[in-house]
Structure formats: C-alpha cells, structure tokens
C-alpha cells in the first residue's frame, strides 16, 4: 500500500489475508501484496495525515472566501436578469439548471460559514451564512448544528445525522409508501426540505424548533434567529408572488430552487454511499472519528467542481471541516501517500458528471438496510423492493 509502508508494526494487522513482501523492479523499493479490508483500523492516525498537509492549507483568507461570494452573487443576479428579460421558453431550461447549480454554490459557501472554515471571525460567517442559506431557505444555525453532529459521528449507524442506514428492524416497519419514497429514484433527490422539518426515518426534531432535541438549551437563541430569518425570506417570496405573478416567481426561483435541492440530496448521499466496493458503518467500540471519516467518498463532479468549491473533495474536507475550500485539493494530494488504499480515488468525469447518475442508481437498487447487529456492518439489499427474486437458500 503506497504510503503507508512501514508505518508502525500494526501493518500486518491492517487487512485479512497475508502481508506479502515483494521486491519492486524498478530498484530498491519494496511493496505489499495483500487483500485490503477497508474496514481495518487504518496503520496512521489522523496526526499523520494532519503534519502531511502544508501548514499554509490551514490558514483562512476572509477576503478570498469573500471573493467567492460576490463571484457567485453577481453570477446569480446576472442569470436571473438574463432570464427576465429575455423570457424565452427555450432559454428558461438553461437558465434553470444553471441557476439551481448557482444556488446549490450559495450553499456550499454557507456550509463553509457553518464550519467556521470561511474566516476565523464568529461575526463574519454567522452573517454571510445566514444570507446565502436564508435566500435559499435553509435555517443556518438549524441546519449548522445538526451537519456538525453529522461530522462529529460520520460512518455511525447509531449516532450519525445524515442518510443514516437503517437497521433491519427499523427498514421492515417502513410502510411499502414510505420505502418507495427513500428509494425510489428521482423521490430522494428531493428528500431535503422533509428532512429540515421531520429529519429521517427514526429520528425526532425540526431544523427550525428552537426546542427540538437537535440543540441544547444553549443553542435557542441561535437557532430562533435563523428561523426568523427562514421566515423573512418566505414572507419576501410571498410578496413577490403577488406582485409579479405566481407562475413568474416559479420560473425565476422555484424551479432552481428544486435544482438546488437535487443538487444537495444527490451530491450529499453520494459522499457516503454508491463507492463500487461496500464501505463499512460503525456501531460502539470499533466506531472512531478516523475509521467514519475514511468511509466518505470523494467524487468528481467535471466542470462543476470548480462552480460548487470542490465540495467533491469530500475526504479531506470531514477529516478536516475547518479547512478552506480553496485549500481542499493540494490537501488532498499531500494526503494520499499517507491514506494509501484508504483513500478511494475518485472516477474522472467528463465535461458534467453523467457518470454518477449509475452510481446513484446501483446504490438505491441495493443499499437499503443494515443488520440490527454487529459492529461493523455493510448495507444489505431487499430483493423486493425492486422486484428482484429472492436469493435461493441452502438447505
């Protein structure tokens, strides 16, 4: 495993199968041969990883995330101004696409204010946060506090937040609407707003009550202010329905918004579900914040990476959520030589990331439950769901 040669004497204990030593014919190098388990406790700790990466990838420039800020704002107003003008059928599906994209960008920018990885002023990011996720109605502080519980508990079945598997017991008392609905393609691409007010299957609480069990008694406040200002904006689209009509306001903000949503649904369930090879979840005492964060998958999302802040440089960016964005790909590649296997390079995309749309789909077909028990758990498959037929049993 490249990079991860003679990090301590634990690498024999990393994978099931036998460590073959192997001289290396280009001369005086020496490789592993083995079966890798993605599930082992990994030979390197994340102090290893954090000293390979150049001192400079953590430093915060407020005026260059500001940058990316008005780049976006001026894209966005630009768009839509383009679109009004010249209100033309055969431009509103690019001006929808495009615009969602550019709302799901907002997101990304908010996301990095929630993470405190947009400046190191607390001022700064709680008010650009709540201007970019307001306008596309998400509550910043609702939304903030359960993503960092997401990235406190990733790859735990019992204490993650987001596109959490469902244990068995759990998936078989989902009614046949409920199971058609999460798995279902294009249904879970528009999961979002459902999740902001009821979260997931098994889980209580609302992204915009103060008093849900999602925040402490400490964090009222904070999230009353965001609901405040969820509101304004919906009263500010309320009034702009009656003023220049509701169809207007659906073609200028509705549909993007949906756009947005899908963006989000499909670009957040594909970083921790979809790799060709099963990834592992953790329950109790083999769960630790290295061995959750390796099971996210960076994508490759073409030339929409630049567009959405490399949020597909997903790895780096959980292990380490207060970095910048902007810093998110040299990190990653100063990275690499350390994570070795454990790092899943990611499938190079074309011009637009078509190819995902195969791995959304294979994932949704046979990733549905995993078993009520274990440690270590994969995602195992309802052959009924999709009408597949049952697996033949020895007897």
Known sequence: MQGVQGANNGLSKVNSGAVKKTENGSGGGEEYDFDFDPSAPPPFKIADIRAAIPKHCWVKNPWRSM???????????????????????????????????????????????????FSDSALLNSVVGHVLHSFILVPYHGWRISHRTHHQNHGNVEKDESWVPLPEKMYNSLDSSTKFLRFKIPFPLFAYPIYLWWRSPGKTG??????????????????????????????????????????????????????????????????????????????????TYLRGGLTTVDRDYGVINNIHHDIGTHVIHHLFPQMPHYHLVEA?????????????????????????FGNLSRSMREDHYVSNEGDVVYYQTDPRLYGFPEPTKNK
């Not at 800020?69 to 001006?95: Q, T």
């Not at 590649?333 to 350390?338: D, Q």
């Open 206 to 287: 609302s992204h915009f009550n103060p008093y849900s069990d999602l925040f402490h008694p400490s964090e009222k406040n904070e999230v009353t202010v965001s609901t405040l200002c969820w509101s304004l904006m919906a009263a500010i689209l309320f009034i702009s329905s009656t003023i220049i009509g509701l169809p207007q306001l659906l073609k200028v903000y509705g549909v993007p918004y949906l756009i947005f949503v899908a963006w989000l649904d499909l670009v957040t369930y594909l970083h921790h579900h979809g790799h060709e090879e099963k990834l592992p979840w953790y329950r109790g005492k083999e769960w």
């Open 67 to 117: 940058s990316y800020v008005f780049r976006d704002i001026i894209v966005v107003v630009a768009l839509a101004s383009l679109a009004i003008y010249l209100d033309n059928w055969a431009f509103w599906p690019i001006y929808w696409v495009a615009q969602g994209t550019m709302f799901w960008a907002f997101f990304v920018l908010g996301h990095d204010c929630g993470h405190g990885s």
């Open 332 to 356: 990653t590649k100063a990275a690499k030589p350390i994570l070795g296997k454990y790092y899943r390079e990611p499938k190079r995309s074309g011009l637009f990331p078509f190819h995902l």
